[in-house]
């Protein structure tokens, strides 16, 4: 076999393994260091020491040789220096400080209260608890970009009061499972800062391409929720006094300054010092870091078990992202130097693709595989397969990276791999089918499509806010 079909045949087991479930991050380690021990093969240079022995040297001092000629293979000094580069990256930093934002505003009890509070502002607003429970995904989402416990956490609390208030069930499991994924794309999105270390695009960038693509993919949710609501009321009926009571505009006001403000100045304040430039993404995790406990302190809800939850589930998540990083630079470096890219680049150059034709190609590839993968592992180990293409078709890597943000959020919304669908199937009633669920997606589902399609027709959408702050 010649080294390119060594890479396609890796590229093939990897796909295999993955399907069977085997972990994904130490797959690609594995694959990377066998099929890499094969590619750096050389017994002249692995074996030197040992070849130059004198006749009669005892057994002891031989297999030890042997063995240290065993090891003596380049891909052993490729895996440590990857490891090395991926734990040194200040780009990764923000991760686990963003993370532990997240997780703390989950447990500060802050959600109950905003969710209530928008309730009762929004009341006169047709399909008013729907508009409510979006609004606070879309807040909640963006503080901990963490889809499962968004979905989790706001189907315990605001699908039983919608469906008390006798909404459709599609209608109310649509709202939450979609309102929930809204984290992966609006900043700080944990998942962009992923992008821009496999990438190498700026963060802050990032950061300002993706707030229009966000608004807009709101604003759409929004306006399907409302629209339904009036074209068929009998879905989202209109809550009763006893439902939602009559609050007074200062007790109002009062409950918006308590709930809905502190959350919203926390992430303002952090995407503001990014966009602005007064901190780097880092430091502005940090912020927001210190300003989650700072709320959870204010709200009575900081303890030392919550604090230890916290810290624990961010260390697991962060060095899964690490992890699956490490794995990622050593297969795609040892794919590299077989030939398995340079086969890739060609293969695509003789389709003669259209720079469109290439990015709904690789749209919909990555659309397909968010049904069996995470978003992590599509970031991480196939986006980097279609960076080096892009140069081919004159594609901004920042314009291809705000339309796979995009495109992710189909991969927690499409049957039968939905995974927002089955998060809120295991705390929602009985009553409330699999099947409802699935249904209640798609309209949100048509909604991301048709955002990617605007992205496409009006790319100014994505390019407006780099370039007012930064120009260019």
């Not at 303002?268 to 007064?278: C, D, K, Q, R, W």
């Not at 880092?282 to 230890?308: C, P, S």
């Not at 397969?385 to 991969?411: C, E, H, K, R």
């Given at each position: 076999?010649?080294d390119?079909?060594?890479a ?6 990897f796909?295999?393994?993955v399907?069977?479930g085997?972990?994904i991050?130490f797959?690609?380690m594995?694959l990377g260091i066998?099929f890499g021990?094969?590619?750096y093969?050389d017994?002249s240079?692995m074996?030197r020491?040992?070849?130059r022995l004198?006749d009669?040297?005892?057994i002891w001092?031989s ?7 065993f ?11 990857q490891?090395y ?5 200040e780009v ?10 997240g997780y703390?505003?989950e ?13 009762v502002?929004?009341?006169n607003?047709?399909?008013s608890?729907g508009v409510a429970a979006?609004?606070t995904?879309?807040l ?7 889809v499962g ?11 039983p009061a919608m469906?008390k208030a006798r909404?459709?069930h599609s209608?109310?499991s ?5 309102g929930?994924t ?11 800062i ?5 990438s ?12 229009l ?7 759409l949710?929004l306006t399907?929720v409302?629209?339904?609501a009036?074209?068929q ?8 006094s006893?439902?939602?009571p009559?609050v007074p505009?200062k007790k109002?006001t ?12 926390l992430?303002l304040?952090?995407l503001g010092?990014?966009l602005?430039?007064l ?7 940090a ?8 709320l959870?302190?204010a709200?009575?809800?900081?303890t030392?078990?919550?604090?230890r939850e916290s810290?624990?589930l961010t260390?697991?998540?962060?060095a ?10 050593t297969?795609?470096?040892?794919f590299?130097?077989?030939?398995g890219?340079?086969l890739?680049?060609?293969f695509v150059?003789?389709m003669?693709l259209?720079?469109l034709?290439?990015l709904?190609?690789?749209q919909l ?14 970031i ?7 960076l080096?293409l892009?140069?081919?078709f004159?594609?901004d890597?920042?314009?291809?990276g705000i339309?796979?943000a995009?495109n ?13 669908a089955y998060?809120l199937k295991?705390?929602?009633p009985?009553?409330v089918?699999?099947?409802q669920?699935?249904a209640g997606v798609?309209p949100?589902?048509?909604?991301v ?10 790319p100014?959408i994505v390019f ?9």
């Amino acid at each position: 076999m010649t080294d390119p079909q060594v890479a396609l045949l890796m590229l093939g087991i990897f796909i295999i393994l993955v399907f069977l479930g085997f972990p994904i991050a130490f797959t690609l380690m594995a694959l990377g260091i066998g099929f890499g021990y094969f590619a750096y093969f050389d017994a002249s240079r692995m074996w030197r020491a040992f070849d130059r022995l004198p006749d009669g040297t005892d057994i002891w001092t031989s297999s030890t040789q042997w063995l240290e000629g065993f090891y003596n293979n380049r891909i052993f000094d490729l895996f440590i220096n990857q490891t090395y580069t991926v734990m040194s990256n200040e780009v990764l930093t923000a991760v686990p400080l963003f993370l532990f934002m997240g997780y703390i505003v989950e447990r500060a009890n802050i959600v109950d209260r905003l969710f209530t509070t928008l309730n009762v502002a929004s009341k006169n607003v047709p399909g008013s608890m729907g508009v409510a429970a979006l609004v606070t995904c879309a807040l909640f989402a963006t503080a901990t970009g963490i889809v499962g416990a968004v979905v989790t956490l706001m189907g315990l609390l605001a699908l039983p009061a919608m469906l008390k208030a006798r909404y459709d069930h599609s209608f109310a499991s649509g709202i939450i499972c979609a309102g929930g994924t809204l984290g992966i794309l609006i900043p700080p999105s944990i998942m962009l800062i992923v992008y821009a270390a496999a990438s190498g695009v700026s963060i802050v960038r990032l950061y300002a391409a993706a707030l229009l693509p966000g608004l807009t993919l709101v604003t759409l949710y929004l306006t399907y929720v409302i629209g339904r609501a009036i074209l068929q009321p009998s879905v989202a009926p209109r809550p009763t006094s006893e439902e939602v009571p009559d609050v007074p505009w200062k007790k109002l006001t009062w409950m918006l300054i308590t709930s809905f403000f502190p959350l919203a100045v926390l992430i303002l304040s952090v995407l503001g010092s990014i966009l602005f430039g007064l901190a780097t993404p880092t430091e502005a995790a940090a912020i927001g870091a210190l300003g989650g406990m700072v709320l959870a302190v204010a709200y009575r809800a900081m303890t030392f078990q919550r604090l230890r939850e916290s810290v624990y589930l961010t260390v697991r998540t962060t060095a899964m992202v690490c992890w699956l990083f490490v794995g990622s630079y050593t297969f795609s470096s040892v794919f590299s130097y077989l030939g398995g890219e340079q086969l890739i680049g060609e293969f695509v150059r003789g389709m003669d693709l259209t720079p469109l034709q290439f990015l709904l190609l690789a749209q919909l590839i990555i659309f397909l595989l968010g049904w069996p993968l995470e978003w992590s592992e599509i970031i991480i180990i196939f986006v980097p397969i279609f960076l080096p293409l892009l140069p081919l078709f004159d594609i901004d890597p920042l314009f291809f990276g705000i339309l796979v943000a995009l495109n992710l959020q189909t991969s927690f919304l499409t049957p039968p791999m939905a995974m927002s669908a089955y998060y809120l199937k295991g705390i929602a009633p009985p009553e409330v089918k699999l099947t409802q669920i699935f249904a209640g997606v798609m309209p949100f589902l048509a909604m991301v499509f048709v955002s990617m399609i605007l992205m496409y027709v009006f790319p100014q959408i994505v390019f407006y806010l780099p370039q007012v702050f930064y120009g260019g």
